[in-house]
């Protein structure tokens, strides 16, 4: 065969390119064997649009329609790694479902997810396709996520899918003693991946991580 630079890598199927993406967040600082395992399960083409699925195990976000993204993997390996470090989270809440790839993600390794989006087609998209999928220990409202979902809470982790400025005050306060939120934190299109834990007495400690790019959390339903 010719090589050539327009020569064209034939398409992998869906398995072997989910290994390969599985190999790629390895050498990029997804360590977690527990968060390797669920993206190597969690079928990442089911959640994209016909026209998008030759692009699903790139490592990149991916437009979802609505003007929003299905998160990067990497990002999603990073941010569920760093939830369940240090202590067994049974309950965790995720605003900004999307596509709902996030969710299954969490629900591998999880036994309770509760996922908030405020945009309806988004919503009963993510219902139908985590039900197709078969997962049936997450949870779904229609609603603005910055109130947290208080019916629910204490979570034992708290993942924010989408940037803001602050940090909401009603999502830390639906944080149980020792839990987790994990959010990006600053304006729109670059933020600063940060971690609070909630200590035993209530006080919360704040560290920062990566820089990272995503939506902007939104108030309101749509
Ligand atoms: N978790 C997704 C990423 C979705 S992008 C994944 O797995 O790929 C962020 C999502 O947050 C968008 O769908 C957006 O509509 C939603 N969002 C923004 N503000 C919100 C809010 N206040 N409450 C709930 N969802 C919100």
Same mark, same amino acid.
């Given at each position: 065969m010719i090589a050539s630079k327009h020569a064209t890598r034939a398409p992998l199927l869906p398995d072997s390119a989910r290994r390969r993406l599985v190999d790629d967040l390895r050498g990029q600082g997804v360590t977690d064997e527990r968060v390797l395992a669920a993206i190597g399960r969690?079928?990442?083409?089911?959640?994209? =649009?016909e026209g998008m699925r030759w692009r699903a195990y790139e490592n990149t976000a991916l437009p979802i329609g609505q003007a929003q993204t299905i998160s990067q993997p990497l990002v999603v390996g990073l941010m569920t790694q760093t939830l369940i470090a240090d202590a067994p989270r049974k309950r965790v809440l995720e605003v900004g479902?999307?596509?709902g790839y996030q969710a299954a993600v969490l629900a591998e390794i999880i036994n309770s997810v509760f996922t908030i989006e405020r945009i309806k087609v988004l919503s009963m998209q993510a219902r139908e396709t985590l039900r197709r999928l078969g997962y049936q220990n997450i949870i779904f409202q229609y609603g603005d996520g910055m109130s947290g979902w208080?019916?629910? =809470?204490?979570?034992d982790g708290i993942l924010v899918t989408a940037g803001a400025p602050?940090?909401?005050q009603a999502l830390t306060a639906q944080l149980a003693a020792g839990g987790r939120l994990v959010m990006p934190l600053g304006g729109s299109g670059a933020q600063r991946l940060v971690v609070i834990d909630k200590q035993a007495d209530g006080r919360l400690q704040r560290r920062d991580l990566s820089g990272v790019s995503f939506v902007p959390l939104v108030a309101g339903k749509a």
């Open positions: 969690v079928p990442r083409h089911e959640f994209v =649009s479902t999307g596509c208080p019916g629910h =809470s204490p979570y602050e940090i909401p």
